[in-house]
């Protein structure tokens, strides 16, 4: 088994990379050599090896530190110990420092090579073992590219299903963040339609008369730039899948060409004379509560039930807090890959702020602190400290409310105690989110007599 | 057949007992050859070791035509470049070995001298290093003389009994399948 791990040796002395890779050899290990630090980045290139021993002293080119230096900027998760004859504690700390995981000192005693890759193996094994069993989870709770345990998720994977067979129209409501184009995504592309287009429009993000036009398209002529006839979203999409993301915030207006259009399918170009028949299913979704802006006059009826024939309501994440573990880490792998940074998990001090912070942004939120965390953390793991900015207020937290007649020191003394709620306990994290140092806390939780 | 020499001086009862283990361990004859010199120049004076990388260039040109493999053994204390020590070393799936009975005299490591402890730990030790010419990598079985003990607790619980899984690796390897071939083909 162990065949299947890799070992690159590199030294200039042909004596030391043969007996070391010899050595290695008769433990089990496929080994390579390199001469240079040069060679071995030209072998790291071609083949990801587990483990690199690389001497540090090595004449002309790169030494062993630049040729290391250089190997993990390839393969961020490799191993990389550090081979001297000439051994200092300075060379030593210079190694470490720059990320070799070892320091050896040649000729060394025969078991300290085989025990040392012996206990790095056993630490690859668990971590491939782990990202497996991992990926076996997230897929046990992934749709499509939604994840979530929660009952009542589970519940919408389902109706998502059921409905992608059909054309009816579908109204997804949730707060900002929810996911839910991820849900509209879903719907498209588990029913027919899913090989053909699917067209997403922000219905907030374009004035009315652009909205228009990027909907219905236009005739050549019909406005003052319309120099050549333009195709709109809803033929784009024909055959598949229409977005209306934003939905409560179209004009009036846009409002009832919309009823015409989900009632006969047809519509006209802007500056058109000509009917265009599209065979397009529409998914709208918004962050507002629709039933009372019809109740209030700010929203069509007709239009709403036309949209509301299928509803999907997703649950804030705060409601569904069982997911935040399973997401931190979904986000954690996919943007570890893409930033090109080596965190393998988050701390269980990381998790508990993240389970009981309360996620306004929902999970568009936890991606992007989960990313922020991801870029300051200076270890393999995301800790509290990374995420201390989610206690600072302002950065999303909910508003403080305030009952009369309240002091200020009294004020002050609650708003401590939330802090260290949301830190759990954490001082350290709880003074950098309230901006002063940790003596200055010691000494409010004492005065207050605050029970961490 | 497997041959066994002495390079330079080496007591005769521990060569015997090497040989029954390889007999037992490898099921092919083994024979005993003359003595070899030893190759003065392996000796590395900065470390007043010999270097058995050396010793097994020497034997490479001592394999007689009739033995499919060939250890040596001396009383010399090995080294690698990048190790302290060695006991033995062998070519992986090659055909040289050589094992080192320095380290494994009791009176190496400050005690009185027991020849019986010597041959024991020398007949575990010979077929290690033989087992490697076979292609046989370390074990992780404490009691497999194909496992990787340096400590004097660890060699002394060594068996020269390979286990099963390298006995079924044994059976299985390109080499075994060599050299068994060669003693048919010299029986003949």
Redesign the interface.
């Known amino acids: 088994m162990r065949a299947r791990w890799h070992i690159l040796v590199v030294d200039d002395e042909e004596a030391m990379t043969e007996s070391l890779a010899a050595w290695l050899r008769e433990d089990g290990y496929t080994v390579d050599t390199a001469s240079s630090g040069r060679e071995a980045i030209e072998k790291a290139r071609g083949r990801e090896y587990a483990i690199y021993f690389v001497d540090l002293k090595m004449p002309g080119g790169l030494d062993g530190i630049e040729t290391m230096i250089e190997i993990r900027k390839l393969q961020t998760e490799a191993s990389v110990i550090v081979i001297t004859a000439y051994a200092t504690v300075d060379t030593a700390i210079t190694a470490m420092k720059e990320g070799a995981q070892e320091y050896v000192v040649k000729p060394c005693h025969p078991q300290e090579i085989s025990l040392l890759v012996e206990r790095i193996i056993r630490v690859k094994n668990l971590e491939r073992e782990n990202a497996i069993l991992r990926r076996k989870l997230t897929r046990q709770y992934r749709f499509h590219d939604l994840v979530s345990k929660n009952p009542r998720m589970a519940e919408i994977f389902d109706l998502v299903r059921e409905v992608a067979r059909q054309r009816s129209t579908v109204l997804v409501q949730g707060e900002s963040g929810t996911g839910k184009e991820l849900v509209a995504r879903a719907i498209h592309y588990s029913g027919e339609r899913g090989e053909r287009p699917f067209v997403a429009v922000s219905c907030a993000a374009l004035a009315e008369t652009l909205l228009e036009s990027e909907l219905f398209g236009y005739e050549k002529g019909s406005f003052t730039g319309a120099v050549a006839q333009r195709k709109g979203k809803f033929e784009l999409a024909d055959g598949g899948t229409l977005f209306l993301d934003e939905i409560g915030d179209i004009s009036a207006k846009l409002q009832a060409d919309l009823v015409r259009v989900l009632q006969e399918r047809r519509f006209f170009r802007v500056g058109g004379t000509n009917e265009v028949a599209v065979d397009v299913r529409v998914i709208a979704a918004t962050h507002r509560d629709l039933a009372a802006d019809v109740r209030e006059g700010r929203f069509r009826d007709d239009l709403y039930y036309r949209l509301n024939v299928i509803s999907i309501r997703i649950p804030p994440l705060r409601e569904r807090r069982e997911d935040v573990p399973l997401l931190a880490q979904e986000f954690l792998d996919r943007l570890s890959h893409e930033l090109g940074r080596a965190a393998s998990g988050v701390s269980e001090e990381a998790l508990r702020i993240l389970m009981d912070y309360d996620w306004p942004g929902n999970v568009r939120e936890l991606e992007n602190a989960v990313e922020r965390a991801l870029v300051t953390c200076k270890t393999g793991v995301l800790g509290a400290e990374d995420f201390a900015f989610l206690a600072r207020p302002g950065a999303g937290s909910p508003g403080l409310s305030l009952p009369a007649g309240l002091t200020l020191q009294a004020l002050e003394r609650e708003y401590i105690t939330a802090t260290l709620r949301r830190t759990q306990g954490n001082i350290k994290a709880a003074a950098e989110a309230l901006g002063i140092d940790r003596s200055t806390l010691y000494e409010k939780v004492k005065r207050y007599d605050i029970t961490r | 057949m497997l041959g066994v020499a002495a390079v330079g001086p080496a007591p005769a009862l521990v060569l015997s007992a090497m040989e029954t283990a390889l007999g037992e361990a490898f099921q092919l004859p083994v024979q005993r050859l003359d003595a070899i010199e030893e190759p003065a120049r392996a000796f590395a004076p900065a ?1 007043a070791q010999w270097s058995s ?1 050396v010793f097994l260039e020497e034997l490479l040109r001592r394999v007689p035509p009739g033995a499919s493999h060939l250890l040596g053994v001396t009383e010399r204390d090995l ?8 006991y033995g ?2 070519q ?1 799936g090659g055909q040289v070995a050589v094992v080192s009975l320095a380290r494994l005299r009791p009176e190496f490591h400050g005690l009185p001298p027991a020849p019986a402890v010597l041959a024991r730990r020398a007949a575990a030790e010979a077929v290690h290093e033989v087992g ?1 010419t076979f292609g046989l ?2 074990c992780r079985d404490h009691r497999c003389p194909m496992s ?1 003990s ?2 004097l607790p660890d060699l002394d619980g060594k068996t020269a009994t390979p286990c099963a899984a390298c006995a079924t690796l044994l059976e299985g390897s390109r080499e075994m399948r060599r050299a068994r071939a060669r003693t048919e083909g010299g029986r003949r």
């Not at chain 2, 080294?79 to 060695?86: C, E, H, M, Q, T």
């Open positions: 470390r990388t080294f690698v470049p990048v190790l302290s020590f060695v070393q062998a992986l490697h990598v370390h990787l340096i400590d």
